[in-house]
């Protein structure tokens, strides 16, 4: 198992920026993906970017030019960089780490942006 935990959310005003962090308990070198998602109160999940193991890289169209995801195989670590934060963006941010035949969540951090 990759337990993912998040961290470096927080309340920040509308044009700001947050980094968020999620440290894996285990390797994430062997995982098919990595991705952040987020939910606002009242409503579903939805996804925000994602990382494949080959590379690949694909954003929600709300964040696309505004978040950057990455990852450090060495640390275990995914990232996700939020520019340009708006009010719209306050939500709990989960980290999904998915294997082969698992997916992990984390416990989600909450982003919230004041305008």
């Known amino acids: 198992q990759v337990q993912p935990v998040e961290s470096g959310g927080g309340l920040v005003q509308a044009g700001g920026s947050l980094r968020l962090s999620c440290a894996a308990s285990?390797?994430?070198?062997?995982?098919?993906?990595m991705g952040w998602y987020r939910q606002a109160p009242g409503k579903e999940r939805e996804f925000v970017a994602v990382?494949?193991?080959?590379?690949?890289?694909r954003y929600a169209n709300s964040v696309k030019g505004r978040f950057t995801i990455s990852r450090d195989n060495t640390k275990n670590m995914v990232y996700l960089q939020m520019n340009s934060l708006k009010p719209e963006d306050t939500a709990v941010y989960y980290c999904?780490?998915?294997?082969?035949?698992?997916?992990?969540w984390g416990q989600g951090t909450q982003v919230t942006v004041s305008s």
């Open positions: 999904k780490l998915q294997g082969s035949n698992s997916m992990y």
């Open positions: 285990g390797s994430i070198f062997s995982l098919n993906s």
């Open positions: 990382m494949t193991s080959s590379g690949g890289i």
